[in-house]
């Protein structure tokens, strides 16, 4: 392996492992000895990585931004692009725009064979049938699910009844060709998915559930994912009420 290519794969492992990261993992990662991995992290300190710790302690890539551009492979590549277009093609308008954005960005940085690639991708995504368009302001609910704060909506279900909902809003899945908020619902004392498209009048109230949200969703994936194994089984045992 090159020196290039080691440096490379050493700076995947600082992103992928949960920081400090030992230089025994690292070594391993890479395949060599903890005296070139010591000189390897000091190479990517020299090419601009902010890379803190030392021996004995673990290290934690806290930038990199100063780096040239980093190489990805060719799987890499129409991964990315897949993943950016099916958001271009599903998601609200703000992050469609973000996920074009995004891939503009990519290319403009990437060497030029890359850019070349990424243009003209094998892999493409796109829906014959578009997702029902949300009828609340999706940034302002991603905002709140992310500041952690309680939302109150109207919301109307799926025999039509309306209700006024409180909810903790833990996190947004596209399911069965609709955009789904996974929450714990007051009202039911529940975790509940509500579809995007049946909510009106969102409201971010200045109640926190801070630092919850993460380990909540943990729990509603779990329960709920036992409604979601089948497209059959999801029209027939919704969680939306």
């Known amino acids: 392996m090159s020196r290039t290519a080691r440096l490379f794969q050493l700076m995947q492992s600082l992103r992928r492992h949960a920081p400090p990261v030992t230089a025994q993992q690292l070594a391993n990662d890479t395949g060599v000895s903890l005296r070139t991995l010591y000189r390897d992290i000091e190479a990517l300190r020299g090419l601009g990585a902010i890379i803190d710790g030392t021996a004995g302690f673990g290290y934690a890539l806290t930038e990199d931004a100063a780096l040239p551009p980093m190489m990805f492979d060719d799987e890499e590549i129409e991964a990315i692009v897949l993943g950016l277009r099916d958001v271009q093609a599903i998601a609200d308008p703000h992050l469609a725009r973000a996920a074009k954005n995004a891939l503009a960005k990519l290319q403009a940085r990437l060497p030029s ?111 709920l994912s036992n409604c979601w194994p089948e497209p059959s089984a999801m029209v027939a045992k919704s969680t939306d009420v």
């Open 113 to 223: 064979a890359q850019a070349h690639r990424l243009q003209y991708a094998v892999l493409a995504a796109d829906r014959i049938r578009r997702p029902p368009q949300p009828t609340v302001d999706v940034r302002g609910l991603r905002q709140a699910t992310w500041d952690e704060r309680t939302i109150e909506i109207d919301y109307i279900d799926a025999k039509g009844d309306a209700t006024q909902r409180r909810v903790d809003p833990l996190g947004i899945v596209f399911l069965q060709d609709t955009h789904n908020l996974i929450a714990w619902c007051h009202l039911r004392q529940a975790y509940r998915n509500f579809r995007l498209d049946r909510m009106q009048n969102l409201r971010i109230t200045d109640a926190s559930f801070r630092p919850r949200r993460v380990a909540m969703l943990r729990d509603a994936i779990e329960q």
